[in-house]
């Protein structure tokens, strides 16, 4: 059996072939001491700048549809940038944005698209400081590509990484997971179903700096986009050297969602969420947390959702809503409807 | 989500599975689950551990995915790398590996291939792109073939030249018979795919009692539908009288869907089927029947009729996917099984389906204790 | 093969049903099953509906269920009442 020696689908969906291609090719080639931490952002020492940490981040939008329920291309551009940062404990400060252009795009949705992204760097306050436009032929993009990068500053004394969980903490989430990347699916040509549901789109660096105030000594955020909550659990345990046990009856998942999943057969542990984090804090201030997060409009239906033990290090454990257990695995190929 | 969460039921489950546990025997119980989507729900609900050891569960060969010809993937392979051709088909086919590469794999270099949900879809298809030529993909048993022939029937109806079906339809009973005859496993129950019992009813299964003399229970795929039919096959041991138990009264009936099986019989011919992993099993398989074959891919695109032995080309990497849907050997017996052979990396299709016996082992199975 | 789900009717033209699953809607072929009714409830498998639930026998079932898991609750609090009691 052949291996493929071709880009896949499957390299952009955030499994198992993701990390591989990041592994075999673009660590293997530009690897440092930063870029190997494989975080959400980078961790800066600037020379001369006293205070907290300056985290820097890149992210890339290629969604097709370019506007759906909850949001389009641009908000998801900006919010994906300023979460990334976020999950270092950073607030956002400086976005650049570059866009690639299919010519034969319309300019009143191009139009749409930048308000979107002015309407989102706005909340996040973020400023877009610098871009870059090109082309390309009509054919050789889907309307629109989006790349923006951004910088962003940590309060002093704030270390979150994904490798800072220790056995003993609580896993907490903040809030349904597989309504955006399910609000796509279904949308998706030849897929014909008609939902009420919305993509989760949001900037959480304001949720961010709610929980670091009432909890500083918070380890590690992630927010779990392509790949699903499964796929973010298994990096964090990989990352951090530990075993997450978490409870499927503690998972909140809203109803479309879990009837969208059925339907075609995709599990929303698997699907992209892009307005939710999960947060891995010492027991201590679980409960301090949780009532802040909760009182954050992107947290209302936040919750403890596990724990972090020694056990084995990389695995994610799953207790079934019967009570059962079974490993919660990464992702490994695209989430595609099935029949079977 | 009525008629769904309500079968998910905790406390009915730990009952259940109490039960099952209290009626066991010194010796496990072998029941096989034919059909691969119970072998999903059972490892994602972590029932295999919890049933074990009074019952030991041995998956079949009711994946279709699993059991496709390797030979028939390369063809689809082929086709969707011609020139005006696009292949429709279900998400589950598009990793799974022919000879040499996937459909996911041609699509890499070019082919054009599409997702659909529903064989409908790619009518839609056809009408939106009259210039083309649309192959749906036909896999599936008994439950998915009466839909195909449904999409035949209207293609017909509406005299849509530029579509057309390839089948890889299988039936059930057939490759059911094939495994216990060959003798490899020993049976003590069989857990009966409900939704082909939906289309076929449940009678159809009674051969396995009357000349196999292995109880057979009929079962949804909901936790506790597949909990009530493993626990009445346990019942059933022990009172010695083998026979068919439908434990999934909601959604089957003693003789079936009569309007399915019309569909099929006029629009698909019984035929001989090489069944990857078993080998050719005759009159397991279904073609376009004559008045059909019009709309009949291997005719239109005058494609070879495929007919392999049981070696595969995996085989000789040492995949032993054949004998895992045989119901012989366990997953993790597999020596390529975690190690060269992994869902992201599969060698064999029952690691690239969700519902292949390998991939459910990897993905729910290694131990969670 | 196996993905068959039960979604309600909510609407039949011609052949063709909207059926409806936690809000998500669809629109699907009764071809299968051209006895279905508005209110019924069907399996759906690949836009299609193959089988028509029978609810009388999904009701027994569900009920058998509640009384069990009604069981179970009474057994727990017997046994949290002795160990209060015990203490």
């Not at chain 1, 908000?75 to 999950?87: H, P, R, S, W």
């Not at chain 1, 010519?103 to 400081?129: K, N, P, T, Y």
């Not at chain 1, 050789?140 to 951004?150: C, E, H, L, Q, R």
């Not at chain 3, 039949?12 to 809607?25: C, D, F, M, N």
Request: net charge negative.
């Amino acid at each position: 059996m052949t291996r493929d020696v071709h880009v896949l689908m499957a390299h952009g969906s955030g499994g198992v072939l993701s990390h591989e291609l990041i592994r075999d090719v673009f660590v293997r080639q530009l690897g440092n001491q930063t870029l190997d931490g494989l975080e959400d952002a980078a961790l800066l020492a600037l020379d001369g700048s006293a205070g907290g940490n300056w985290a820097m981040t890149t992210d890339s939008f290629v969604v097709k549809p370019l506007f759906f329920p909850g949001g389009d291309i641009g908000k998801l551009a900006v919010c994906g940038t300023v979460n990334d940062l976020a999950m270092r404990g950073a607030q956002p400060r400086y976005l650049t944005v570059g866009f690639i252009l299919e010519e034969g795009l319309a300019l009143a949705e191009l139009e749409r698209i930048v308000a979107s992204m002015a309407a989102a760097a706005c909340e996040a306050g973020a400023q877009i400081v610098a871009g870059d436009t090109k082309v390309v032929e009509r054919g050789s993009g889907d309307g629109v590509f989006i790349n923006t990068a951004g910088l962003g500053r940590a309060p002093e004394g704030v270390d979150v990484s994904a490798a800072n969980a220790r056995p003993g903490d609580l896993v907490l989430l903040s809030g349904a997971v597989g309504d955006h990347g399910l609000a796509i699916m279904t949308r998706r040509e030849g897929l014909r179903f008609d939902t009420p549901l919305e993509s989760d789109c949001a900037p959480l660096n304001g949720l961010v700096a709610e929980m670091l105030a009432v909890c500083p000594e918070l380890h590690v955020l992630r927010d779990p986009t392509r790949g699903g909550l499964a796929t973010a659990l298994n990096e964090l345990a990989e990352a951090s050297r530990v075993e997450i046990m978490v409870r499927e009856a503690d998972i909140p998942v809203h109803p479309a969602v879990a009837a969208a999943g059925e339907l075609l057969g995709l599990d929303p542990l698997y699907v992209a969420n892009e307005g939710k984090l999960i947060a891995i804090a010492p027991a201590s201030c679980a409960e301090a947390l949780l009532a802040a997060m909760r009182a954050h409009p992107y947290g209302r239906e936040a919750a403890i959702i596990g724990r972090v033990i020694a056990g084995h290090p990389g695995r994610v454990v799953l207790e079934t809503e019967l009570g059962t257990r079974r490993l919660l695995d990464m992702l490994s190929g695209e989430q595609l409807p099935r029949i079977c | 989500m009525t008629y769904i969460q309500g079968f998910r039921n905790p406390a009915a489950a730990r009952h259940l599975i109490e039960r099952i546990h209290a009626l066991g025997d010194a010796a496990p119980m072998r029941v096989m689950e034919f059909c691969g989507g119970h072998t999903h729900a059972i490892m994602r609900y972590g029932l295999r551990e919890a049933l074990a050891p009074a019952v030991e569960l041995l998956s079949g060969p009711g994946c279709p995915v699993c059991v496709s010809a390797s030979a028939d993937i390369d063809q689809a392979i082929g086709l969707s790398l011609r020139p005006g051709v696009t292949v429709a088909t279900f998400g589950d086919m598009i990793r799974v590996p022919g000879s040499d590469t996937s459909l996911q794999g041609a699509r890499a270099q070019g082919g054009d291939v599409r997702v659909v949900y529903s064989a409908l879809d790619s009518l839609e298809l056809a009408r939106k792109l009259p210039q083309r030529q649309i192959v749906m993909l036909g896999i599936g048993f008994e439950t998915t073939a009466p839909t195909i022939a449904a999409t035949v029937a209207q293609a017909r109806a509406e005299g849509l030249g530029n579509w057309s079906v390839y089948s890889m339809h299988k039936l059930t009973d057939p490759a059911m018979r094939a495994i216990l005859d060959a003798g490899e496993v020993r049976l003590d129950g069989v857990l009966g795919p409900g939704h082909v019992a939906a289309i076929t009813g449940w009678q159809a299964w009674e051969f396995l009692p009357r000349e196999y003399g292995v109880p057979c229970a009929v079962s949804g795929f909901e936790p506790t539908d597949i909990l009530q039919a493993i626990l009445a096959l346990v019942e059933s041991r022990r009172e010695g009288a083998p026979r068919v138990i439908n434990a999934y009264g909601r959604g089957v009936t003693p003789g079936g869907n009569a309007v399915a099986q019309g569909l099929m019989a006029q629009v698909f011919r019984v035929a001989p089927a090489a069944w990857r992993g078993i080998g050719l099993i005759p009159a397991s398989g279904l073609d376009l029947a004559e008045s059909y074959a019009e709309w009949d891919a291997r005719r239109r695109f005058d494609l070879p009729d495929v007919a392999e032995g049981p070696l595969d080309a995996e085989a000789a990497l040492g995949c032993r996917c054949g004998e895992v849907l045989r119901g012989v050997t366990l997953p993790p017996e597999c020596p390529l099984f975690g190690g060269a052979c992994t869902p992201a990396h599969p060698v064999g299709p029952c690691m690239v389906s969700a519902e292949g016996a390998c991939a459910a082992h990897h993905r729910y199975g290694r131990s969670a204790a | 093969m196996c993905l068959a789900v039960p979604v309600r009717v909510v609407e039949i033209e011609g052949q063709v049903a909207r059926v409806e699953l936690g809000g998500v809607l669809r629109e699907i072929s009764l071809v299968l099953t051209p006895d279905a009714q508005v209110g019924d409830y069907v399996l759906i498998h690949t836009g299609f509906a193959i089988s028509v639930l029978d609810e009388e026998e999904a009701q027994e079932t569900l009920r058998l269920f509640a009384e069990l898991e009604a069981a179970e609750a009474l057994l727990d609090k017997e046994a949290s009442d002795t160990e209060t009691a015990d203490a």
